[in-house]
């Protein structure tokens, strides 16, 4: 069988005492989508950055596409084909929609050190961008600074951001995070469209977002992998009900 | 959604008749026509006055374009006035006038300097990144204190300005608008870069820095080549300075004067093209003044420069465009 496009294999991750990533081994092949769901602080955003690159494992190996890129930087690993998007929106407020989804697509462009035209006026990264913003349904908000744009609006531009680098693996952290029901279920219809044509990893705490969407579930608990699978069946899985879900549902029966 | 917003809107091209068009048209005019007001007044205070605002909104520039542009607040922009003036100096004591040496020397010595400094202090951030440029800047203050040969503590006395061939720079008609254009090419030469590729990518980096690595910039060469840009141009704000007072000294390197370009562009605007020159311009005017009237000018200096930073979010241009906090 060949290897998945994402290969991770004993990855491990300290913070002092706390264990964050605890011999962590992973494989998702091309196409699918693989969701990790967890209680909080139980690494899963360490995880996103062990793989990005910008959190250095203590041991354990990252491959991608059949190669080691476990000691690339961060950008060079971008450029191999794998983005993210970030749990706290992470963008650049004082530029437009579109100038920031334009510096994704100039990143990929060769190198920048162009001193002299007008890269607002470069239709080699506009009609990309704009292309990106339409894909996620904000072409008509292109021309505003980030500041005026809504928190889904936001969460909106980070999947177009990631989507304009051209990725083969999409890291998405938490994409719903703070949306509303409307804005999560757009988003949900966004994904799915996406489905196929990239290959995600999600982490989200919406559930119906990730049994609509997964193909496959994890479940992370302090930095240790405790069911991975088919999404049903880790559902059902037991210690899983009592780590997670079961305490979810309990804090959901509590809330109302 | 508001689809009643024209996203044209923070697009739109800048130039029109706004009041910050307007007021900036003002003082470039008046820039201009300053030498004839002081050829037919016969006052020359004014005209070497303004010749040194001149000289020093360069160095503003430079400094806005790392500062504020690329957030990197270097405190010892000073230390490339220094060492542009050294080159000017140390290469006329020696014989060689020309300006031909002189300026790409000054030039060439403070790009070497910022490439040095940038490739350490752009590893950091924030307080240790000023500290490190404040550092490196008390380094060559001191250097400079120690070359006997070049006057030392007392500093240099520059008998003959820089040789342009034709071009005698000893008239102060011709100096003021050397001067004036080396300003206005540096604004234009900023202006080009901060919309050119280079430039967005130094903005995205000031804004978020972690994002850009993430979409795939290695942003810390594109950070040390603006450093080193904004390096090479303060150094030849240097050697007009030195060209302009017939004298260099450590002095011109003091940390307080790195603090002083500070000021100015935080007064002027951070992140705009003509913030810098009004902000040299309301300093070293507001010195001036202030210096005449009083004994301590900096105790109304200070005041002045707190309630800025306070209320005026953006310095005199955001007040201009209608810009205030709060």
Redesign the interface.
């Known amino acids: 069988m060949a290897e998945p496009l994402l290969l991770i294999t004993g990855l491990t991750k300290r913070f002092g005492g706390v264990t964050a990533a605890d011999a962590i081994t992973l494989g998702i092949p091309a196409g699918e989508v693989h969701a990790v769901i967890g209680p909080n602080g139980a690494g899963k955003t360490t995880l996103i950055g062990l793989i990005?690159g910008?959190i250095a494992p203590q041991d354990g190996a990252v491959r991608f596409d059949g190669g080691d890129i476990t000691r690339l930087?961060?950008?060079r690993r971008?450029?191999l084909g794998l983005?993210?998007s970030?749990q706290i929106t992470?963008?650049?407020?004082?530029?437009?929609a579109?100038?920031n989804v334009?510096?994704?697509v100039?990143?990929?462009r060769g190198h920048?050190?162009?001193?002299?035209?007008?890269?607002?006026g470069?239709n080699e990264?506009r009609q990309p961008a704009l292309a990106a913003l339409d894909r996620v349904g904000l072409a008509?908000?292109?021309?505003?600074?980030v500041a005026?744009l809504s928190h889904g609006e936001h969460r909106q531009l980070e999947i177009a951001?990631?989507l304009?680098?051209g990725p083969r693996l999409l890291l998405l952290d938490e994409p719903m995070a703070g949306m509303g029901p409307d804005e999560s279920a757009r988003m949900v219809r966004l994904l799915r469209q996406l489905k196929g044509g990239v290959t995600i990893l999600l982490i989200e705490h919406d559930m119906e977002a990730v049994f609509a969407l997964a193909d496959r579930l994890t479940v992370l608990v302090y930095g240790r992998i405790i069911a991975s699978g088919d999404p049903a069946a880790v559902r059902a899985d037991p210690a899983v009900r009592q780590a997670y879900l079961g305490e979810k549902e309990n804090k959901d029966k509590r809330g109302g | 959604?508001s689809?009643g917003?024209?996203?044209?809107?923070?697009?739109a091209p800048p130039w029109l008749f706004t009041p910050r068009v307007v007021f900036t048209t003002m003082i470039v005019a008046v820039l201009a026509l300053l030498p004839v007001y002081s050829m037919l007044t016969g006052n020359t205070f004014t005209l070497t006055l303004f010749t040194r605002v001149l000289i020093l909104a360069a160095a503003a520039v430079s400094l806005n374009l790392i500062m504020g542009y690329g957030g990197m607040v270097s405190f010892g922009h000073a230390a490339y006035l220094g060492i542009g003036g050294y080159a000017v100096g140390i290469l006329a004591k020696e014989g060689i006038g020309s300006g031909f040496a002189q300026w790409p020397v000054a030039i060439a010595a403070s790009a070497l300097y910022a490439l040095v400094v940038g490739a350490l202090s752009l590893r950091t951030r924030g307080v240790y990144f000023i500290m490190i440029t404040l550092a490196f800047a008390q380094m060559i203050y001191y250097v400079a204190i120690g070359l006997d040969r070049y006057g030392g503590d007392d500093g240099l006395t520059i008998h003959k300005r820089s040789q342009f061939g034709f071009i005698d720079l000893s008239n102060r008609t011709t100096f003021y608008y050397l001067c004036f254009a080396v300003l206005l090419g540096s604004i234009y030469l900023v202006a080009?870069?901060v919309?050119?590729?280079?430039?967005?990518?130094i903005?995205?980096s000031r804004?978020?820095d972690?994002?850009?690595?993430?979409?795939?910039?290695?942003?810390f060469r594109?950070r040390l080549?603006c450093f080193v840009i904004a390096g090479a141009l303060c150094g030849l704000a240097g050697a007009l300075l030195a060209n302009h007072t017939n004298f260099v000294s450590p002095a011109l390197m003091h940390w307080t004067r790195s603090g002083d370009l500070i000021v100015m562009v935080v007064l002027g605007g951070l992140g705009t093209l003509f913030g810098p020159l009004i902000g040299a311009a309301t300093f070293l005017l507001l010195e001036e003044g202030l210096s005449r009237l009083t004994e301590y000018p900096d105790l109304i200096l200070g005041p002045v420069l707190l309630l800025v930073a306070i209320y005026l979010n953006g310095g005199i241009e955001g007040l201009l465009e209608g810009r205030r906090r709060g």
């Open positions: 990005t910008e930087p961060v950008y971008n450029r983005a993210r970030f992470s963008l650049f407020s004082d530029l437009t579109l100038d334009s510096l994704a100039q990143a990929h920048s050190f162009r001193f002299w035209r007008d890269a607002r470069e990264l008509e908000r292109a021309g505003l600074k005026k951001m990631a304009a680098t | 959604m689809a917003v024209d996203p044209s809107l923070d697009t080009r870069i919309n050119s590729r280079f430039g967005l990518v903005r995205g804004s978020n972690r994002r850009m690595r993430a979409i795939g910039f290695p942003t594109y080549v």
